[in-house]
């Protein structure tokens, strides 16, 4: 009970020492001054399996589908229901997708692999060959998606070289039912059971 009481009020005597300091420990692997080479932190992040979803919209003015793949998607809150994926300052699609206002998160199943592809690239039709319907709210619906998901942006976050898209989501259901379709190590690949 001792324990507990002074650990509450904040007694420094009651706190474990750091760890960082305690004699005999080692510093943590890593630049002291807080530089991380680009290449190692792609190489230790990508160690962390993702899936990877299409983001589509219908382009305001022009009336054909737009999209990029990303694979920094997230639920972020139940109540109200929100998701967030992240979206490189460089990408040219990004503004198209933004102007069109409702967005259709597509999670991605293994079989499509050349959909996540062609969505990744630069300029182009991207959706030459790719088969869609129309959401409820009328965005693209990927055929073969394992789900989708309707939203609306809710808030934008500058962080470093990409932005952070806080969505609110509308509407949402299961689609197909293969195995994901996930990134890792800088390759494509699947579930194995």
């Avoid at 003015?61 to 139940?78: E, I, K, Q, Y």
């Avoid at 806080?166 to 494509?188: I, K, N």
Wanted: proline fraction near 9%.
């Amino acid at each position: 009970m001792g324990l507990r009481a002074t650990a509450l009020t904040g007694d420094p005597a009651a706190r474990p020492p750091d760890r960082g300091t305690e004699p005999g420990t080692r510093e943590p692997p890593g630049d002291p001054a807080g530089a991380v080479d680009g290449a190692r932190f792609r190489s230790v992040l990508g160690r962390f399996a993702t899936g990877v979803v299409a983001i589509t919209a219908i382009e305001p003015g022009t009336g054909r589908p737009a999209g990029l793949a990303a694979n920094s998607f997230t639920s972020v809150s139940l109540d109200p229901p929100l998701v967030a994926f992240c979206v490189a300052h460089t990408s040219s699609t990004w503004p198209r997708l933004r102007d069109a206002g409702r967005l259709c998160v597509n999670i991605l199943g293994e079989p499509q692999l050349e959909v996540s592809k062609r969505l990744a690239t630069r300029g182009g039709d991207k959706f030459a060959g790719i088969d869609w319907t129309e959401s409820p709210g009328g965005g693209p619906l990927i055929e073969g998606a394992l789900a989708w998901i309707e939203c609306t942006i809710d808030q934008e976050h500058t962080a470093g070289d990409h932005v952070i898209v806080v969505a609110r989501v509308h509407a949402l259901d299961t689609h197909e039912d293969t195995p994901p379709l996930l990134f890792y190590r800088g390759s494509y690949g699947g579930l194995r059971p």
